[in-house]
């Protein structure tokens, strides 16, 4: 019936006694009244409902500035869900708006899950339907959260007809009753019955061995921001996480912990296995470390001339980056050859950090021309250098700072003579 739940309704039931379950506003009990002046047998209806007032007050007759009806309002998981605890008498509507048809109304110190909510008023579990509360001074938010005590939550009927009871045993009367795959919020357990809000004002219990617990999973942002909806299953059945949209600046997703603070349990779109009560995840996040890029003892760096200089000689690319380069918190790295899957004086390194470039040339001590030795080409370009044949501009800062073999900062006869004990043998540069 909830497809009629916005429209009035009057009842046919011809008997001294309605048994109809559920919300109506008139009740036609008869179809062989009188009525003077009227031959023969008419209907008689008792109506419970003032609809002049209601319909002047809500502008069905167009009088006054309500001649455009408003929609119910839009309801989303947001932040306003939660559980809230009514402090008074509170109606409950078949829609989000005062226009529309109360369904009954919830007791005063009511505890009751809104999962859905917009501006003013929030969705909720009544009956075997939902209802809409509003979100206003008669409710109180106690938490953010279905509860997790134990058997409190969603049901769903496993069984064609379940008897609603005024008590928590079959020895109290039925008043209705609930139907396969129909879903209650059951707010209290006890001795295998649960109890949940209908009508006005009502309590009905139902026996939980005919209706499977359905658990919901919510999702705390922790030190994050970010709302992530609900999910929910069947006890006992395992349910994928969802991927965690929750963030928080300058930190990585770790995975779900079950305690504000705690460590992780589940890991990011892992598994949990739904037990007999609502679960709360808690977003666990780590620190990420500033982007940083450190050089190694064995490489001499230059950061004025972008040069750095190293002694080992036919490096491949990932050997110079393993043992010269210290890199983290997501600082990239790359390095490329002068010569094919080998390091030499020339070859070019690229420090990448949160998107700022510098580029370094590397300078192998010894090696000038980039052969991988230390030989009579290499003797021969520091000899023209020291004997004013050729001008240090006709070299690349690289080249400069792989003659400098005494590590002196220049470039003389004590460098030529180490070269030149290298070009005929003498000693290894």
């Known amino acids: ?37 009227i031959k023969g047998n008419v209907d008689i209806s008792h109506c419970y409902k003032n609809f002049p007032k209601y319909i002047k007050e ?18 989303s998981y947001n932040s306003k869900c939660g559980t809230y605890k009514t402090q008074k008498s509170v109606t409950v509507r078949s829609k989000a708006g005062e226009r529309f048809a ?142 965690c949209t929750f963030s928080a600046s300058g930190c990585k997703f770790e995975g779900w912990a079950e305690k504000s603070g705690g460590s992780v349990k589940y890991a990011d779109a892992g598994q949990v296995k739904i037990g007999s009560s609502n679960i709360v995840l808690y977003a666990v996040f780590s620190k990420i470390a500033d982007p940083k890029v450190e050089f190694k003892s064995g490489a001499k760096v230059d950061t004025a001339k972008k040069v750095i200089t190293i002694s080992d000689k036919k490096l491949t690319a990932e050997q110079f980056k393993n043992k010269f380069i210290a890199v983290s918190g997501g600082a990239v790295v790359t390095v490329s050859t002068i010569i094919p899957s080998r390091i030499g004086t020339g070859s070019v390194i690229t420090v990448n ?29 520091v000899l023209a250098l020291t004997q004013g044949a050729k001008k240090s ?16 900062g220049k470039i003389d006869s004590k460098d030529a003579e180490k070269f030149k004990n290298a070009a005929y043998g003498f000693a290894v540069v």
């Not at 739940?5 to 559920?22: E, F, K, V």
């Not at 809500?58 to 309801?75: M, Q």
């Not at 070299?395 to 073999?405: I, K, N, W």
């Open 102 to 243: 109360g369904i009954g109304s919830l007791p005063a110190s009511a505890d009751v899950y809104v999962s859905r909510a917009g501006d003013e008023w929030g969705e909720i579990s009544f009956g075997n339907s939902t209802g809409y509360i509003k979100l206003d001074s008669s409710v109180k938010k106690i938490s953010d959260y279905i509860s997790d005590s134990a058997s409190v939550g969603f049901y769903e009927v496993n069984t064609p007809n379940l008897n609603i009871r005024t008590g928590p045993s079959t020895s109290y009367s039925t008043d209705g009753q609930v139907h396969l795959g129909e879903k209650v919020f059951i707010f209290k357990a006890s001795g295998g019955w649960g109890s949940f809000y209908y009508s006005s004002a009502k309590i009905g219990w139902v026996s939980l061995e005919y209706a499977d617990f359905t658990g919901t999973v919510s999702f705390n942002s922790g030190t994050g921001e970010g709302t992530m909806e609900p999910l929910q299953a069947k006890t006992g059945r395992s349910v994928n996480l969802p991927k």
């Open 393 to 408: 501009s006709a070299f690349s800062p690289a080249q400069l700072s792989a003659m400098d073999v005494t590590g002196d």
């Open 1 to 37: 019936m909830d497809e009629l739940s916005d429209y009035t309704l009057w009842l046919a039931q011809y008997n001294t006694t309605c048994t109809y379950y559920g919300a109506y506003d008139m009740w036609q009990y008869t179809d062989s009244g009188a009525v003077t002046g």
């Open 353 to 381: 950090i949160n998107g700022a470039k510098t580029v370094y040339t590397i300078a192998v001590s010894g090696d000038t021309n980039s052969d991988g030795t230390c030989d009579s080409l290499d003797f021969a370009d």
């Open 58 to 75: 809500n502008g069905y007759n167009l009088f006054g500035d309500a001649s455009v009806l408003p929609d119910p309002e839009n309801v």
